[in-house]
């Protein structure tokens, strides 16, 4: 990988992190347009820590009033929010700790597999519309359920966002409520993917096979162009219908899967 496709492709991810379009579906599309080959996701790892890490820039002001309140060793409002997080995280504690191997093989499985799942994102966005329950908030049982569509969207091409969103919306919980929730539920899981991947040994640039700079301006590109997503996008997010999105995704989808027709 050159340095100008790891700007590229850290760009794309961090545009495509906080939209329900599916970030690692776009990755996997932009190598097959690059024609980069590589089974290793320590680049993928990179960039998705650069996004989480703008997250962690938006959000800051949320996060420190959270850990200031759970600090305060009461079950109020923020205790009760950060169980609700960790309830959420198990699902796709499983996933990684059992499943891992399953899961980069799909990674390396090519636009088939993206094409899949863009339609099946296309499809949770579509409901949205229809399914329209009483809104409430986020109980544990909804954020045990967000936490399995998390999980299962660990398959590219199926948007992270879009099936967190989507779930909490056809479970009542406003979107608003369930975008912010989206967001800081993965904070823990995506930072955590990266220390494992830097104490197991295997976060080396060998084992990426590309330099040390690429892995660098990928990791700046995507955390430049998700601190803009995160800052201006996430309002879209909030009040634009989701039909859209879903149009997007069936179209990229049907994309895919005619690339391997023709």
């Known amino acids: 990988m050159s340095e100008l496709e790891a700007i590229i492709l850290g760009f794309v991810q961090g545009l495509t992190e906080f939209l329900p379009v599916s970030s690692s579906g776009h990755l996997t599309i932009g190598k097959e347009i690059l024609g980069i080959e590589s089974s290793n996701l320590t680049f993928e790892v990179v960039v998705h820590a650069a996004t989480v890490s703008s997250t962690i820039v938006v959000f800051w002001k949320e996060i420190v009033a959270l850990i200031a309140g759970f600090f305060k060793f009461k079950m109020n409002e923020e205790t009760q929010y950060l169980l609700k997080i960790g309830v959420s995280m198990i699902p796709v504690f499983i996933i990684g700790m059992f499943f ?14 993206v094409g899949i799942s863009l339609l099946v994102t296309a499809t949770l966005l579509m409901l949205t519309g229809i399914i329209k329950p009483k809104e409430h908030k986020i109980t544990y049982r909804n954020a045990l359920v967000i936490g399995i569509a998390q999980a299962v969207a660990v398959l590219p091409g199926l948007s992270r966002s879009g099936a967190t969103i989507s779930t909490g919306m056809m479970l009542g919980v ?27 040994g295997e976060f080396s640039t060998a084992a990426a096979e590309m330099n040390t700079m690429p892995l660098l301006l990928g990791f700046i590109s995507a955390f ?5 997503a995160c800052k201006f996008m996430i309002s879209i997010v909030k009040r634009a219908k989701l039909k859209y999105f879903a149009i997007y995704c069936a179209l990229a989808g049907l994309f895919c899967l005619a690339s391997l027709l023709f």
């Open 100 to 113: 891992k191997d399953h899961v980069e093989a799909l990674f390396g499985s090519g636009l088939l597999v």
């Open 174 to 200: 406003k979107k608003e409520d369930v975008a912010r929730f989206s967001f800081l539920m993965v904070l823990i899981p995506v930072l955590g993917e990266a220390f494992l991947e830097l104490i197991s």
């Open 224 to 228: 430049i162009s998700g601190l803009f």
